[in-house]
């Protein structure tokens, strides 16, 4: 995945290739702050990428285990009352 970061940023190097996890952290870490250069997905202006069909099992589970995403949960407040306090 480091190295793909050093392609997509356009510093492909081959003496990457033969770094040690440690040294190739560092190595991208200097190339992307040359380069003021950070990853798409930390974009605040871009909408994150969808794996449609990571996204389709993740609503297929949600279904079939009852979850409802888009109703909201009543609350008694009786019961929120007699609830004990989160832990801080």
Known sequence: QLLALLTEMGAEDDRATSLKKGHLV???????????WAPAALSWDRAPAVDEEEADEAEAMADAEGVVEDEPVAVDPAQEAEAPPLAA
């Open 26 to 36: 560092e190595f991208v870490a200097e190339a992307a702050a040359e380069r003021s």
